[in-house]
T-cell receptor
C-alpha cells in the first residue's frame, strides 16, 4: 500500500522568502511522486513529477523538489515566494492510481 | 483546446434526489477518474475507468455510480444513498501506458461543487 503525509496543513511565508512544503511517502515499490497545485475553486495543475533518474526535479513557476529515498521524502521548494504562489499544494504517490496527501495551504504575506 | 470539461460548475441536490455530474475529455485518454475533495482531507478516489465499458471502485464508492459508454465521457451519479454529498468533485484523465512502469500524469477538470438544499 502507498501513502503520503504532508507535514503542516498551513504554511505562511513572507514574499521573497524561501518556500518549503514537506511531503513524506510510504511505498513498497519504487515510487512515482507528484506535486500538484490548486487555486481556489479550480482543478489541480501538475507542478512537477519524479519517476526515475535525477533526484532533483524542476517544475513550473520556479518550484523544484528533491527525491530522497533514505528519508522517504519529496519536499517542494521555491527560493523566493511570490504573491501568486498562494494556493493549496498536494503531494501524491502512485502509478495508475494516485494517493494524495491532505494538502498544504500556502499563504504569502506582503 | 484539449482538456477536461466538467459541468455544471455548481449543483444543488434535494433530499432523496439523484444527481449526475458530467465529465468530458478530448485528450484521447484511456483512463478517467472521479475524486471527492473535502476540506482538510485531500482527494479521495470514488471510481476509475481504464477502458470503455469497464470501471472499478475506488476508496469511497458507496452512494455513487458511474458509466463509461464512450471513451470521452465518464459521468458520475450521486445517489440518494449518499448521505453526505456536499463536496467538491474533481474528474481527471490520463493516458494508460504499458512498458513504462505505469507512470501516468493525471489531468484535472475545474470541478463541480455539490451542495444539499
Amino acid at each position: 500500500a502507498q501513502s503520503v503525509t504532508q507535514l503542516g496543513s498551513h504554511v505562511s511565508v513572507s514574499e521573497g522568502a524561501l518556500v518549503l512544503l514537506r511531503c513524506n511517502y510510504s511505498s513498497s515499490v519504487p515510487p512515482y511522486l507528484f506535486w500538484y497545485v490548486q487555486y481556489p475553486n479550480q482543478g489541480l495543475q501538475l507542478l512537477l513529477k519524479y519517476t526515475t533518474g535525477a533526484t532533483l526535479v524542476k517544475g513550473i513557476n520556479g518550484f523544484e523538489a528533491e527525491f530522497k529515498k533514505s528519508e522517504t521524502s519529496f519536499h517542494l521548494t521555491k527560493p523566493s515566494a511570490h504573491m501568486s504562489d498562494a494556493a493549496e499544494y498536494f503531494c501524491a504517490v502512485g502509478a495508475q492510481k494516485l494517493v494524495f496527501g491532505q494538502g498544504t495551504r500556502l499563504t504569502i504575506n506582503p | 483546446d484539449g482538456g477536461i470539461t466538467q459541468s455544471p460548475k455548481y449543483l444543488f441536490r434535494k433530499e432523496g434526489q439523484n444527481v449526475t455530474l458530467s465529465c468530458e475529455q478530448n485528450l484521447n485518454h484511456d483512463a478517467m477518474y472521479w475524486y471527492r475533495q473535502d476540506p482538510g482531507q485531500g482527494l479521495r478516489l470514488i471510481y476509475y475507468s481504464q477502458i470503455v465499458n469497464d470501471f472499478q471502485k475506488g476508496d469511497i464508492a458507496e452512494g455513487y455510480s458511474v458509466s463509461r459508454e464512450k471513451k470521452e465521457s465518464f459521468p458520475l451519479t450521486v445517489t440518494s444513498a449518499q448521505k453526505n454529498p456536499t463536496a467538491f468533485y474533481l474528474c481527471a484523465s490520463s493516458i494508460v501506458r504499458s512498458g513504462t512502469g505505469g507512470q501516468n500524469i493525471q489531468y484535472f477538470g475545474a470541478g463541480t461543487r455539490l451542495s444539499v438544499l
